[in-house]
């Protein structure tokens, strides 16, 4: 732990927040792409050392949170066949789709497991091999080998009752659909260091270039993040755009190349639906043709949602786009609250609402 | 008989596992109690053979408890459940004050519990009653089919006799008291989960299991203005403050920094995505105390075996409907989380 204690040094934390006050003469506004970012900045309470000039907002990099409700649907309907076993992580399986969730589904008696990652749920294959196992795979480029590790050896082995229902996403191609929205107020983003840590930072330049924003990968510490806010902020103040690195400990410029090239021999990119910004061109993965046989909506037919979806009041797509905070949300600690979420980000321990409740209280900020 | 069967707890011919019969009031009921619970708890109320234990408590106030145990694993490092549920329920009366004095135990055996379990079980309880200072006057045993239970729930009451003059509750709390923990927090809760299959948690941490009734009677003995007691079981620090402040309608700031976590806990919390604060102890209390017996109550707790670490992590700043706040090290208030209690494994 003597490792992770230096960044979270108050001293260090004091020093990094007195230099941002020294550092700034506008106000400027940005955006931490990742959950886990918006989870440590909440519960440090970092945001309140930052000067009045700076906001951030919350961005979009919570997996559970953006994968849409159809997927969940369509597990759930798999889940309530009686040969299908779901395997998934356990956020997924409370977060509400249209009819219900997979807990719901288990409770209605269908086989969902909760499994730590999809070579476990490979494992269930194995181990029962008279069941269709389904691994509902969502995530960012961070879970993806582990995804493209589990179908490659799935088909070295020759497991026929393995499959994925492929819900993976790609970080870039959601900055710049954010970046494009109407009412976009992001100036700079902090990238998803653990993302990074895969892709390294070549795919972020074009967009820097395009859109004039700086892009920091940052780590999730204090000190990482506020050192990650110094830089983007040092660079707006400067007129710069360009692609910076906080998170050198563990990202390098390529990434892990390994890691990629396993992605890249199982995945191809693909156009995906993400709930709060609806189909981004090639902001996903799907399984290249060689694998379709590990496709499960290849597998088990195109699944069509067992209910219609109905009007939620969940206001989770504006909070993903960052243009809503939490706790201006009227169900906020209301209706919607970690037992009774009305939607992902509520649920999810990378969801910016969930971050609100637990680190702001039920009255929020 | 052969030297295998020398330490066999049932004579040949009969069972080295919890079969239905022990739980049908017959003969193998009988055996059972004969043979496993009555020298283990040996006593003059159980001497009796009464269908229940008559007790003389005087004129004391009395506290009376309950708890019922299911942790799984049913062994783990630094304790099992018989030493939990003897030290978990004397605990608690503990915290109101009380000298535990007596103990009922029932228990829940599921078919195929060996009996060497069992009496490891048994004989661990009759350890941690005499730790305690408690006897275990009253009795049941009941047998569920296999599957339909963890190998064994063991249910405890106990009563404990309270000095007078001592009015340590929730409502005796008020602003200007200190918060005073009595050590670091979550050893129990990790060490538990440390040893159940599929958490590949590589660690020597023992629970923290303890009684805490001597620390409390030093405080008392020392003339310590205390108002309230609380020990750190489910839902940790978090929700002992949380239930603290509503029930008393106060305020309470915790300096987050002040409380230490053991390095081992702090680690696996970072891996299972946990919070210390809300990681059960067994052998921890937060202890109210007028706020200028603050230093005092630190020195005496520390004199203590079980409080060797004890810290000053808080204070009650104001009245208030139940807000704990956490003072960061960074110079920033937030509400403390308290969890909501849910997916956590069996730990008490």
Redesign the interface.
């Known amino acids: 732990m003597k490792y992770l204690d230096e960044f979270r040094d108050p001293a260090a934390v004091a020093r990094l927040a007195a230099h941002i006050r020294s550092l700034v003469t506008r106000p400027w506004t940005l955006m931490e792409v990742c959950g886990g970012q918006t989870h440590g900045i909440v519960r440090s309470g970092i945001d309140r050392l930052l000067p009045p000039q700076v906001s951030l907002l919350h961005g979009p990099g919570c997996p559970v949170c953006v994968t849409p409700s159809g997927v969940i649907d369509a597990a759930v309907v798999l889940a309530a066949r009686p040969e299908v076993t779901v395997c998934s992580f356990g956020d997924m399986l409370r977060v509400p789709g249209s009819g219900g969730d997979l807990i719901a589904a288990r409770a209605a008696g269908g086989d969902v497991r909760m499994v730590y990652g999809p070579l476990d749920a490979l494992e269930v294959a194995r181990r029962c091999p008279d069941r269709e196992v389904v691994f509902l795979a969502v995530g960012f480029e961070t879970t993806i080998p582990g995804t493209a590790a589990a179908v490659a050896r799935a088909a070295a082995e020759d497991v026929r009752n393995f499959s994925v229902l492929c819900a993976h996403v790609r970080v870039p191609p959601a900055l710049e659909a954010l970046l494009a929205l109407p009412d976009n107020r992001v100036q700079a983003f902090l990238a998803a260091g653990h993302v990074c840590t895969i892709m390294g930072l070549a795919e972020y330049a074009p967009i820097a270039l395009r859109h004039r924003v700086p892009i920091v990968a940052t780590g999730f510490e204090p000190v990482d993040l506020l050192q990650g806010i110094a830089m983007a902020l040092a660079q707006l103040e400067r007129g710069q755009a360009c692609v910076e690195n906080q998170y050198s400990r563990l990202v390098r410029a390529d990434g892990n190349p390994d890691a990629r090239s396993l992605i890249q021999a199982v995945f191809q990119v693909a156009d995906r639906p993400w709930r709060g910004f609806g189909t981004i061109a090639g902001a996903g993965f799907e399984l290249r043709p060689a694998f379709a046989a590990f496709d499960a909506e290849r597998r088990h037919g195109r699944i069509a949602a067992a209910v219609e979806p109905a009007a939620s009041p969940c206001a989770s797509a504006q909070v993903l786009r960052g243009a809503m905070r939490p706790d201006r949300c009227a169900m906020f600690a209301t209706r919607c609250t970690p037992e009774r979420p009305l939607g992902p980000t509520m649920v999810s321990p990378e969801g910016a609402c969930n971050a609100y409740f637990r680190y702001r209280g039920a009255a929020g900020a | 008989m052969s030297d295998a069967d020398a330490g066999c707890p049932l004579p040949p011919g009969e069972y080295d596992c919890v079969v239905r019969a022990h739980g049908g009031g017959g003969r193998l009921a009988q055996a059972l109690l004969d043979r496993i619970f009555r020298p283990a708890f040996d006593n003059p109320w159980l001497a009796t053979r009464h269908d229940g234990a008559v007790l003389e408590p005087g004129a004391a106030p009395l506290a009376f408890t309950t708890d019922t145990y299911v942790v799984r694993p049913i062994e783990f490092a630094g304790g099992d459940i018989g030493s939990l549920a003897v030290i978990g329920t004397c605990n608690d009366l503990a915290m109101c004050g009380a000298r535990p004095r007596w103990l009922s135990a029932g228990f829940v055996l599921e078919e195929g519990l060996p009996l060497a379990t069992l009496e490891r079980v048994v004989a661990s309880m009759r350890a941690a009653a005499d730790r305690c200072g408690v006897a275990v006057v009253t009795a049941d045993t009941k047998v569920v089919e296999r599957g339909s239970g963890d190998g064994i729930y063991i249910n405890t009451a106990g009563i404990g006799q309270i000095d007078p003059g001592l009015d340590i509750r929730p409502a005796s709390v008020r602003p200007g008291d200190a918060l005073l923990l009595s050590g670091d927090p979550g050893r129990h809760g990790i060490a538990v989960m440390a040893a159940r299959e599929g958490l590949e948690l590589q660690t020597d941490l023992a629970s923290d299991l303890a009684p805490l009734e001597p620390a409390v009677r030093a405080l008392v003995e020392a003339g310590i203005e205390l108002h309230c007691l609380r020990d750190l079981t489910r839902g940790g620090l978090a929700a002992a403050l949380g239930e603290i402040a509503a029930a008393a309608g106060v305020r309470i700031e915790i300096d987050e ?1 002040a409380v230490p976590v053991h ?1 081992a806990v ?2 696996a919390c ?1 891996l299972l ?1 946990l919070e210390p604060l809300q990681v059960a102890s067994e052998g921890r209390f937060a202890a109210f105390v007028a706020g200028p017996d603050a230093g005092r109550a630190l020195q005496v707790l520390r004199g203590q075996p079980v409080a060797t670490g004890a810290v000053i992590a808080g204070r009650v700043t104001s009245t208030g409907n139940g ?1 704990v706040t956490v003072l ?8 403390l ?1 308290v969890g ?1 209690g ?2 956590l494994p069996r730990i008490c």
């Open positions: 920094s390095d702090r680690a970072e995505g807000q960061t090290g960074y110079g920033v208030r937030r509400p989380d909501s849910e997916q």
